[in-house]
C-alpha cells in the first residue's frame, strides 16, 4: 500500500488535470451514501469541548473501480494545543478485492479537490475574459483558490481581503513570487 504525505499528494496531482476528472466524475457520478457524523464526547474530559469523527465513503462500480473513504476528525480544543482543529485520510481501495491501495492525507487532497471544483465552477461560471480575482479569506485554502483560478482564466491581478490585514498581506507576499499575476490587498472594510 502507498502512503502518501500532504507534500507528496500536493506534489501529484496536476490541476488542470483534476479539474477535467472531476467534470468527467460529476457528469457520470459515483455511489456516494450519506456520510457519518460520529460524535465523540468531551474527548479531553469535562470542560473540553465535543469532538467529531466523519466517514465519508464513495465509489465507483466496475473491474475498475475504486472505493475511498475519506476520515475526517474535528477537535475543537487543538487550537490550545497550537494542534489543527481538523485532521483528514483518505484511504482508496481496489473495487473488485477490497484491498487497500494508499493512505493520502486527506486534509491536503480535500484543499486541492475543493480548489480545483471551484475552478471548474469558474470556468462555466465566470466570463471568459475575466482578469481579476477578489479572494475572500486568507485561509488554508486561499493560496490553492488563487492557484487554480489562475489557471482556469488570464488572471492579472488578485486582491485579497482578510479579516486581518497582515493575514491578506502574507499571503500577497507568499503568492506574488510563485504566480506571474500582481497581487494586492484589498481595502479593509
Known sequence: MKILSAAEVDANLDDLALIDRLHRLFRTGCEMPPR??????????????DATLLLMPAWTRGRSGRVG?????????????????????????DGETGASLALLDGTMLTKRRTACASGLASHYLSRADAERLLMIGTGALAPH??????????????AIWGRRPQEAQRLADELSSCLPTLLSDAPSP
Request: charged share 15%; proline share 8%; glycine share 8%.
Open 36 to 49: 457519518h457524523h460520529h460524535t465523540l464526547t468531551a474527548p479531553t474530559g469535562p470542560g473540553s469541548a
Open 69 to 93: 473513504v475519506k476520515i475526517v476528525t474535528v477537535f475543537p480544543d487543538n487550537g490550545r494545543r497550537s494542534l489543527p482543529s481538523i485532521y483528514g485520510q483518505y484511504l482508496l481501495l
Open 145 to 158: 483558490l488563487i492557484r487554480v483560478h489562475s489557471k482556469v482564466r488570464a488572471i492579472r491581478e488578485v
